[in-house]
């Protein structure tokens, strides 16, 4: 079992930034592909990003490209999402996720899930 949780979400005014962090337990960290997703109102759950435990893959959504940096720190078991640039339409709950496979959207969803935060932009 991994043991996910999440922190840093919050309340940002459009174009502002916020980092996600999600600090994982269990399992040995570095075994797992690690990735965030987001599920807004009313919309399925969708991909944002994903890294391997090398760190030198990193796979991202559209919609993220270019403003959304993901990072992780196998010492620290815990994986990262740098969001610049917010836009409302980027106000979701974001969800991390691991999995023993690459995490890039296509695919089985991921093994293991945290709780989410809640990250909200306001216009």
């Known amino acids: 079992q991994v043991q996910l949780v999440e922190s840093g979400g919050g309340l940002v005014q459009a174009g502002g930034s916020l980092r996600l962090s999600c600090a994982a337990s269990?399992?040995?960290?570095?075994?797992?592909?690690m990735g965030w997703f987001r599920q807004a109102p009313g919309n399925e759950r969708e991909f944002v990003a994903g890294?391997?435990?090398?760190?030198?893959?990193?796979t991202y959504a559209g919609s993220a490209t270019g403003r959304f940096t993901i990072s992780r720190d196998n010492a620290k078991n815990t994986v990262y999402l740098q969001m610049n640039d917010l836009k409302p339409e980027d106000t979701a709950i974001y969800y991390c996720?691991?999995?023993?496979?690459?995490?890039?959207?296509?695919?089985?969803?991921?093994?293991?899930w945290g709780q989410g935060t809640q990250v909200t932009v306001s216009s």
């Open positions: 890294i391997s435990w090398s760190t030198l893959s990193k």
């Open positions: 996720a691991a999995h023993v496979a690459k995490i890039s959207g296509r695919g089985p969803p991921p093994d293991y």
């Open positions: 269990g399992r040995t960290f570095n075994n797992y592909y």
